[in-house]
């Protein structure tokens, strides 16, 4: 077990960062089939999901207290807004990446990885607007 941990963060650290942003990658290192990388990515999407929400609940309420400050209800409609676009794009992004598989057995890993990563872009994004 301690030599598969070793191997594993040895390999890792030798890898692109794009690689290892992969969250199907991810979860392949740790796992021995299909099954198991597709339950590690939906737990993932569902973290990244719920790291999402919080974000934006953070963002929301720099934009309330931006918009008391200044007197001008602007900053939270426009991040409802942006929140909604993100939203759609995400959807239709994600399904097209899903699209390029021809319907094999990876197409549900590959829309939960696209949403993973647009995910982790997206609450990155949210909080540097949280501050």
């Not at 191997?7 to 198991?36: N, R, Y």
Request: charged letters at 25%; proline letters at 2%; a negative charge.
């Amino acid at each position: 077990m301690r030599l598969r941990c070793f191997l594993t963060a040895s390999l890792t650290a030798l890898l692109p960062a794009s690689a290892i942003a992969d969250p199907s990658f991810e979860c392949s290192l740790g796992s021995g089939s299909q099954v198991e990388t597709a339950e590690c990515v939906a737990k993932a999407e569902a973290t990244v999901d719920e790291t999402v929400r919080l974000s934006l609940q953070f963002a929301m309420n720099a934009a309330k207290e931006l918009d008391e400050t200044t007197g001008r209800a602007t900053a939270v409609p426009a991040l409802e807004k942006a929140q909604g676009a993100w939203s759609s794009f995400r959807d239709a992004h994600c399904d097209y990446v899903g699209s390029t598989f021809g319907g094999g057995s990876g197409t549900g890993v590959a829309i939960r990885s696209c949403r993973i990563e647009l995910g982790r872009e997206r609450a990155d994004l949210l909080l540097r607007f949280a501050k």
